[in-house]
């Protein structure tokens, strides 16, 4: 059984400019079958499953598909890194970090299969970052990758520029809520 992704507390954050309205009940099927005539279909339980996600956790879903896309990974992907931890799974998390989530039951196999636990878990993460964590938006979801300044950084740009690629996806599929999180807005 797959444990539940840890509790994340109460956290009112307009979610920007894709709230999707549809509850999550209905909405799966809905955007599956969208994204079969869209999306290739290697792509599309990432989609699915990251706009899911988004919404549950109220964060923006273009930033959590950009955070997917750059991320890259598969599941049952294991990806060896320099300093000898890997990196799993769809959403690519570092063996060091669900080393810390442990103590919620969570472990490498349920984050390397496939469904949408990855996603859920990464979107609980980016709200973290966005809640907890200083500076702009696109600094605190870049966070997901790394807090040092020059990794940060280089995640960052390359996060703006996937996020608008989505943005505008979303927008063509989407009734978008248009209000936009200008790039150097501070969430308290």
Same mark, same amino acid.
Request: aromatic residues 12%; hydrophobic residues 35%; negative net charge.
């Given at each position: 059984?797959?444990?539940?992704?840890?509790?994340?507390?109460?956290?009112?954050?307009?979610?920007?400019?894709?709230?999707?309205? +549809?509850?999550?009940?209905?909405?799966? !099927?809905?955007?599956?079958?969208?994204?079969?005539?869209?999306?290739?279909?290697?792509?599309?339980?990432?989609? @699915?499953?990251?706009?899911?996600?988004?919404?549950?956790?109220?964060?923006?879903?273009?930033?959590?598909?950009?955070?997917? &896309?750059?991320?890259? $990974?598969?599941?049952? !992907? *294991?990806?060896?890194?320099?300093?000898?931890?890997?990196?799993? $799974?769809?959403? !690519?998390?570092?063996?060091?970090?669900?080393?810390?989530?442990?103590?919620?039951?969570?472990?490498?196999?349920?984050?390397?299969?496939?469904?949408?636990?990855?996603? +859920?878990?990464?979107?609980?993460?980016?709200?973290?970052?966005?809640?907890?964590?200083?500076?702009?938006? *696109?600094?605190?979801?870049?966070?997901?990758?790394?807090?040092?300044?020059?990794?940060?950084?280089?995640?960052?740009?390359?996060?703006?520029?996937?996020?608008?690629?989505?943005?505008?996806?979303? &927008?063509?599929?989407?009734?978008?809520?248009?209000?936009?999180?200008?790039?150097?807005? @501070?969430?308290?």
């Amino acid at each position: 059984m797959t444990p539940a992704v840890p509790e994340y507390g109460y956290f009112h954050f307009d979610p920007g400019r894709w709230k999707i309205d +549809d509850t999550i009940d209905d909405y799966p !099927q809905q955007l599956a079958d969208l994204l079969m005539m869209d999306l290739p279909p290697d792509m599309q339980e990432r989609a @699915v499953c990251s706009i899911i996600a988004a919404v549950k956790y109220e964060i923006p879903a273009n930033i959590l598909l950009a955070i997917a &896309e750059k991320e890259g $990974g598969k599941p049952g !992907q *294991w990806v060896q890194n320099k300093n000898g931890t890997h990196d799993v $799974g769809a959403m !690519q998390f570092n063996t060091a970090y669900l080393q810390d989530l442990s103590k919620y039951g969570i472990t490498t196999d349920h984050v390397a299969q496939s469904g949408c636990y990855a996603y +859920d878990l990464a979107s609980w993460r980016v709200r973290q970052h966005i809640k907890n964590d200083k500076g702009d938006i *696109w600094t605190k979801a870049a966070n997901y990758h790394s807090r040092t300044p020059e990794y940060n950084a280089k995640y960052r740009a390359d996060l703006i520029a996937k996020a608008s690629k989505w943005a505008d996806w979303l &927008e063509a599929h989407f009734q978008p809520n248009h209000k936009k999180i200008p790039e150097n807005k @501070v969430i308290d």
